[in-house]
């Protein structure tokens, strides 16, 4: 008892410490939360945008491109009737070459030639002011289709620089995500550590006794030693076994830090043997769940705090021995303690 007294100062003696380091962890966790909340309500708002200005340019470019086929489609008219005016203009200028040369041959002719020569030639200068407008209007459609890729050009480096701006914040969140993770594994094996301590406080305890025995992550006592056959009301031995429990229950609840949620799940099992109708439990499942419910109130009447404690009842439906021999309902009877988070 001495060496336990000793023990029990020097844990409290480096508790303080130990407080400040694991508040000082949760601070930094709390921290972290924080700034990956900001970060994805900002890239929820920046996607948003983005997606808003995507559509936007989407449908100036579907504009654009519409705009340029029908240039095109008029650019190609223009230049049609440009061909066919060179070729009426060609035809004039012959026709007013055979004119020439038949005026040398005939005097006669010569006055109607001449008439008809200023008639070719005025249609002639027409032709030649149609063909002008023609190219001044190519010229503009050109200047409007360089304009339009410039448009073009500048709308692509906008997309560029947006989809930049979202793998660098993709980039962001992954690497939030993955300093979360560790934190999150750091605590894990905290409460582990802590479930390790306590099983090894309860073996020391309650002794090395083939009916009370860890199995897996769980502490499990055959229900034998906490309540008769067929009830929820403890035996004097039972009670005895969990004071010790609760002694070190309220012992570890003091040890580990207020930041990490953690419960004591006390789970109800019962073999497959149904139960008499005479008494007050109408099959396995209520009273494995009595059982459950019983161990924790006996707990929190001995100082356990109740958020620390949830009970649950599984009957027959989760044996750990298969079969219906006495040895296997007997393992199958039990109250089984687990250390898990909340």
């Known amino acids: 008892m001495a060496v336990r007294a000793r023990r029990r100062e020097a844990r409290s003696d480096v508790w303080p410490a130990f407080v400040d380091v694991l508040s000082n962890l949760l601070l930094v966790f709390i921290f972290l939360l924080s700034i990956f909340a900001l970060l994805q309500y900002l890239q929820t708002r ?10 936007r340019l989407n449908a100036q470019i579907a504009d654009l491109t519409e705009l340029l086929a029908m240039e095109r489609s008029n650019k190609q008219e223009l230049t ?5 005016v060179r070729a009426s203009l060609a035809a004039a200028a012959a026709e007013r070459d055979r004119l020439k040369g038949a005026a040398d041959s ?12 200023a008639i070719i030639t005025k249609a002639l200068e027409n032709e030649k002011v149609v063909s002008q ?4 209007q190519v010229e503009i459609l050109n200047q409007q289709i360089a304009a339009l890729r410039r448009q073009i050009a500048a709308l692509e480096d906008a997309l ?72 929820d009301e403890f035996n004097e031995a039972g009670k005895a076994e969990l004071d010790k429990l609760a002694d070190a229950l309220k012992q570890l609840e003091g040890e580990i830090p207020p930041e990490i949620a953690w419960v004591l799940r006390v789970d109800g099992h ?11 439990f109408r099959n396995n499942w209520e009273l494995s769940s009595a059982r459950a419910i019983a161990v924790v109130r006996y707990l929190i009447d001995r100082g356990v705090q109740p958020q620390h404690l949830v009970a649950a009842g599984f009957g027959e439906f989760q044996p750990i021995e298969p079969g219906t021999t006495d040895e296997a309902n007997a393992k199958n009877r039990r109250i089984e303690l687990k250390l898990t988070e909340r």
């Not at 049609?80 to 066919?84: A, G, K, S, T």
């Not at 407008?133 to 001044?136: E, P």
């Open 160 to 231: 560029g620089a947006s989809e930049k701006r979202d793998r660098e914040s993709q980039a962001q969140i992954a690497d939030l995500g993955k300093r979360l993770n560790v934190a999150l594994a750091q605590r894990v094996q905290e409460l582990s550590r802590y479930r390790s301590d306590f099983f090894g406080r309860l073996r020391e305890i309650l002794g090395d006794r083939p009916d009370i025995r860890v199995v897996g992550d769980r502490f499990v006592f055959q229900s034998e030693v906490l309540f008769p056959s067929g009830s």
């Open 270 to 280: 019962t073999d497959a043997r149904p139960l008499s109708g005479s008494g007050r």
């Open 106 to 117: 005939a005097s006669a002719a010569a006055g109607s030639a001449d008439g008809q020569i």
């Open 133 to 136: 407008k023609a190219l001044s």
């Open 80 to 84: 049609d009737e440009l061909q066919n």
């Open 46 to 55: 920046e996607i948003t945008g983005k997606d808003t200005v995507l559509n």
